[in-house]
RNA sequence: GACGGGCUAGCUCAAUUGGCAGAGCAAGUGACUCUUAAUCACUAGGUUCGGGGUUCGAGUCCCCGGCCCGUCACCA
């Protein structure tokens, strides 16, 4: 990255950002800037700055300076401290200037006179551009205009800016810009930033919670030679040496289960999976999973502690249960345990008058599904026709949190049957503001019945043609076959719940940097 | 994948019925020692997403392609 070897046309064919004939005059200029900072003796990029405070750290002082002074003398100051961020804007008042300088914690005003600077250091300020990183040595004092500003003693360049930063006034709005250039938004555009941070602290939280019931946490294989453990597309990839088609994981399902096996009674795993599929605004190829698996428990301990676990999230993160109606999107949804349950044949049948125990055959089913006014989708397995009448008619309706409960055994080859009620297995999903959070069941642990239900959806894949019918996977049917205890397990995704928890309708406003199609 | 909307200066946006491609910010020069969207004067900045067509004339109309967004389809 030599600041000589600029020409943008020399960055090769695959470098998109290429500058046009207006950009790579503003960049020519800061590339004049830098050579000028050189001639002068200064390093453009000096290796280290020892910042003393953050801008807020150095509001918080002076207020206090103010607060312990007991007389009104305008001439209140700190002790000198160093602060250090980028410049978002200047406002020059010849031989005394303004600088808005943001860190990662807020922004600060810099306030810099010749005379109190002298001569030479002050003519770094000519020097200086919008989107330059710099240390200022000072002491925090309050204008005449009342902004609590650092005056400057020394301006100190710490990183040249070669590109200009987005408009200071009106930000970034390009979603493309945002999307592909992430760093620009986070310069730009609080919510940005602010979302960033509520991943993490829900990452965190949810970490907290897990182990503070005594969950272990586990990262099973990415690169995985069957891809199985739920029903969808993989990606296909392959290592020279073993010579061996590999793929990458699309549950980690499978691998937890086989720690329960192990005698990890409560194991859990956060981590990305990989989707062959469309993406659209609440869909990416590669997403991040919590699953958890928990020894001894069934679905209902698991929706107990699913509401515990996202309710317990909200308070943490957003310091409330409830969280805020958003103008014609959602009202006010309460997270506060216990979520609603609804069994999910009554619940369909309430709102479709479809019975599934009734209409147990692909024929029945499209038939009172297309006297309904609902797309049947030629060639479709008769779990995929009910996941599309319950997506289309119920999801919908579940704004407020609510469980679904009780599936077919058709559509849910990993859960137990439940006794007393055939093909129905103990299975739930959580739904909030019509949209999927979680997956769970009770784990089905009796491996004869799993090996029939892993064939069954094998020639299910062959009848269908349906290449996201789940797959048999051997190493795992001898491993239940030592032994799985009773188990209760679920998979939530982390970044829809970001998503609730953000206000957010689209999963790229939480993924830092979302799929995109190549330029 | 289908349909609809969008793409104009580095950024944010204008451009009437098809009739000279503009403004603010950013940039450059100059003035200014308490400004905060600083102010004032001047200067420069354009392959109107790419390609083709219609026309005396296309940012604008037509066709092909790219990318983004939305709805539908599929999935979590």
Known sequence: MTPENHSQEDTGQQNRIVSAAGEKKLIDDRLSKTAQMRSLGIDPYPPRFDRTHTTVEAITLFERVEGDSSDTAEHLKTEPLRVAGRVMARRGQGKASFIDLKDGHGSLQIFARQNAMGDEAYSIIDLLDLGDIIGVDGTVIRTRRGEISVEATKITVLTKSMRPLPDKWGGLQDQEVRFRQRYLDLISNEKAMKN??????????????????????????????????????????????????????????????????????????????????????????????????????????????????????????????????????????????????????????????????????????????????????????????????????????????????????????????????????????????????????????DPVDQRERFEQQERMRDEFDDSETDRLDEDFLVAIEHGMPPTGGVGLGVDRLTMLLAGEESIREILLFPAMRNV
Not at 318 to 332: D, K, N, Q, V
Not at 404 to 410: E, F, G, K, S, T
């Open 196 to 445: 960033a941070i509520l991943r993490s602290k829900v990452v965190q939280s949810m970490r907290g919670f897990m182990h503070g019931l005594g969950f272990i946490e586990v990262e099973t294989p990415i690169l995985v030679p069957v891809a199985a453990g739920a029903q969808a597309t993989p990606f296909e990839t392959h290592h020279n040496q073993l010579n061996r088609d590999l793929y990458l994981r699309i549950a980690t399902e499978l691998y937890l289960k086989k720690l329960i096996v192990g005698g990890i009674e409560r194991v859990f795993e956060i981590g990305r999976l990989f989707r062959n599929e469309g993406l659209d605004h609440d869909h990416n190829p590669e997403f991040t999973t919590i699953e958890s698996y928990q020894a001894y428990a069934d679905y209902s301990d698991v929706m107990e502690m699913v509401e515990n676990m996202v309710s317990h999230i909200a308070l943490e993160t957003t310091g409330s249960m409830i969280l805020p109606a958003i103008e014609g999107r959602r009202p006010e949804i309460d997270l506060t345990p216990p979520w609603t349950r609804l069994d999910l044949r009554a619940e369909i049948k309430k709102r479709t008058g479809i019975d599934f125990v009734e209409t147990s055959d692909v024929e029945s089913l499209s038939q009172a599904m297309q006297e309904r006014g609902i797309y049947v989708e030629q060639g479709s397995a008769w779990g995929r026709l009910l996941d599309k009448v319950i997506s289309t008619e119920v999801e919908p309706h579940l704004v407020q949190p609510h469980f679904l409960i009780d599936y077919p055994i058709a559509m849910s080859p990993l859960a137990k049957q439940k006794p007393g009620a055939a093909g129905i297995v103990e299975r739930f999903e959580g739904f909030v503001v019509g949209s999927e959070l979680c997956n769970a069941f009770s784990e089905l642990n």
